[in-house]
RNA sequence: GCGUCGGUGGUGGAGUGGUCUAUCACAACAGACUGUAAAUCUGUCGCCUUCGGGCUACGUAGGUUCGAAUCCUACCCGACGCA
């Protein structure tokens, strides 16, 4: 993996710059779209292509349990398992500890509305009763398996030598996202942890990287191995360090330190994650904190994040990659992003709106980025928001995907034109007309 | 014509003397969703409301009863059977 930073944003930490790995360049800041199960719902590689999206992020919890890393590792990496040519990611799993251990049954997610005082008492000494799929233990993460109820002990070491089998371009250190709602003590208490475990994970990933280039000229060796002319640089993947920290400045900053000076005998982390449930008041100081200490020339990559407004936060405050669910959640869900903002499509007022979702999209359901020149006749080369409405109603299959491509481009292409804007020396202009449109 | 069974809110369908504006499902309407426990979940769903409550409802009309969607009578409607 290679990083180049080609321009940067005046007068912040904003920056524009190319990701290369060994399954195509991602041009950054880039949003790369959430395929946890290697798949992103309800859409073909092809489709997830042309709505824009360079690179896919699977999940190491997700894919360990089913099919099995193994069985991913056999069919030659998750690329190739899902027919994904382009560059991947997979995350450690340490989102699972949260969202299946304190967050699980509860009101409360990547984006935590503080603003709710029963979420902001400290909880963790009077409910260790409650219902969970994760705990932590003493070096890892117990989890009940959410399909068998099996439960699996994840370490640091087993995280990464799951994702050494998932076989992707990029990959995290295993982590404890932590709640906002965790008083101060928790988090240094967590924040530890975490740091011993990003450690812990360079450390096998080492050690694995070592180890498959060792046996690279072996019989029987998986062929992306098997290059007498490849280093280990270049036939394993990157390994992302996680900072985390919590809502605390002081926190984030030990965090960012820390995370970027971990070595093991001079190797570092190949780029970073900023990870944590936020506060969405708090998200942008701590993203902040933590880029003007993180190494400048090594990519960051804003975890589950977001909205349009999250994104041109990220990329103002030095963030090159962001991923997020809501692109295709929204999507399948019935809400889908317009210029003016969001809207409900099963909505009754669209039931008869024979218009696009957006008359000047170039999106496959909204009639651009056709393959082949429009019809000539008078469909219109098109799918109507009546018609995306009443898939909705009638619960076909192909509404979710209509409007996940719409909504998948949408926010990739929101994400290039941030990218462009910087390029030509605009992003201010770009962002306050965007925004003032979007959330009029 | 006789007989049997049945008529419940937008729909299907519970309920067979009080705890019934009436279980439940569907439809409808609105909302939520940020490293995917998610093609999911939540709320509303007779009318009015100053959100305390008030009013009207179980084919229609009577009746029994302190009290009826529930029991009785007549009528109307439907399905089936026999003529």
């Known amino acids: 993996m290679n990083f180049k930073i080609e321009k940067k944003l005046a007068n912040s930490l904003g920056r524009v710059g190319m990701l290369e790995t060994p399954h195509g360049v991602i041009e950054t800041p880039a949003f790369v779209a959430v395929g946890t199960k290697a798949t992103v719902k309800s859409l073909n590689p092809e489709q997830v292509r042309e709505a824009g999206v360079q690179v896919v992020l699977g999940n190491t919890y997700h894919l360990y349990l089913q099919p099995g890393d193994e069985i991913v590792r056999d069919a030659g990496g998750i690329g190739k398992f899902m027919n994904w040519s382009g560059p991947t990611m997979t995350d450690s ?5 949260f969202s299946l251990g304190v967050a699980y049954g509860k009101d409360i997610s990547k984006i935590t509305k503080i603003t709710d005082p029963s979420l902001l008492i400290p909880e963790r000494f009077d409910d260790s009763d409650a219902p969970r799929l994760a705990k932590i233990g003493q070096d890892g993460v117990s989890f009940k398996s959410h399909l068998d109820g099996a439960i699996h002990y994840i370490t640091p070491e087993k995280s990464i030598e799951i994702q050494h089998n998932l076989g992707a371009d990029i990959i995290f250190a295993f982590d404890e996202c932590t709640s906002p709602a965790e008083d101060l003590k928790y988090q240094e208490e967590a924040l530890e942890r975490t740091h011993a475990w990003a450690e812990r ?27 007498p002319d490849r280093s280990p640089e270049q036939i394993s993947p990157a390994l992302f360090g996680i900072v985390q920290g919590g ?3 002081s926190l984030r900053k030990k965090s960012a330190k820390i995370i970027s000076e971990i070595n093991i005998d001079g190797k570092y982390f190949d780029g970073f994650g900023i990870g944590g449930s936020f506060a969405k008041e708090d998200m942008s100081s701590a993203v902040r904190w933590v880029n003007e200490i993180l190494p400048e020339e090594k990519p960051r990559h804003l975890l589950g994040i977001g909205e349009p407004e999250d994104l041109f936060m990220g990329i103002e405050n030095g963030v090159d990659l962001f991923d997020c669910v809501l692109p295709t959640r929204l999507g399948r869900n019935g809400t889908i992003y ?14 008869n709106d024979f218009t696009p979702i957006e008359k000047d999209c170039g999106c496959y359901t909204c009639g651009g980025n056709r393959k082949s ?7 219109g080369g098109f799918y109507s928001r009546a018609y995306i409405a009443h898939l909705f109603h009638g619960k076909e299959m192909l509404a979710g995907t209509l409007a996940s491509i719409h909504n998948l481009y949408f926010i990739t292409n929101l994400v ?3 990218r462009q804007s910087i390029l030509d020396d605009n992003f201010y202009e770009f962002k306050e007309q965007f925004l003032r449109e979007y959330l009029s």
């Open 247 to 249: 809502r605390e400045e």
């Open 416 to 418: 290039k034109k941030i």
């Open 338 to 351: 317009t210029k003016s903002g969001k809207i409900s499509i099963t909505n009754t007022k669209f039931r």
């Open 93 to 97: 799993g340490g989102f699972q500890v």
């Open 373 to 379: 020149p429009p019809d000539k006749g008078d469909l």
């Open 201 to 227: 994970s360079l450390k096998e990933h080492l050690k694995l990287k070592q180890e498959k280039f060792a046996h690279s000229h072996v019989l029987g060796s998986p062929r992306e191995y098997a290059r």
